[in-house]
């Protein structure tokens, strides 16, 4: 069982960039692959924004943050974090990690076992 735990949002001007952080707790969370969600205001569910594998090496990125965002992971530190650059208002949500055990790239939220209780960014001028 691992537990996680965002951090780094906050209030981030147009344009501007922000990393964000999620800490497991438990062991072997170098067997975990993990995601980014987010849900965004007037979004009733959470959408994709990137997964990376268990061991770091293999990222993917929902289309509109291709190229913005950077997902990588730290198995020493058991922390993973979320790079996102050139951001906008719809930007703006609560950014959430979670994690199953898979050799795999995992995208299906519903495929996660463990999530985290969420990071609010807000990007606004």
């Known amino acids: 069982q691992v537990q996680l735990v965002e951090s780094g949002g906050g209030l981030v001007q147009p344009g501007g960039s922000l990393t964000l952080s999620c800490v497991a707790s438990?062991?072997?969370?170098?067997?975990?692959?993990v995601g980014w969600y987010r849900q965004r205001p007037g979004i009733g569910h959470r959408e994709f924004v990137a997964c990376v594998s268990w061991d770091g090496r293999n990222a993917l990125y929902e289309q509109r943050v291709e190229g913005r965002a950077t997902a990588s992971k730290d198995n020493a530190k058991n922390t993973v974090y979320l790079r996102m650059t050139e951001m906008n208002s719809e930007d703006t949500a609560v950014y959430y990690c979670a994690a199953v055990v898979s050799t795999k790239l995992v995208l299906n939220p519903t495929s996660y076992d463990y999530w985290g209780q969420g990071t609010q960014v807000t990007v606004s001028s």
């Open positions: 438990g062991s072997a969370f170098n067997t975990y692959a």
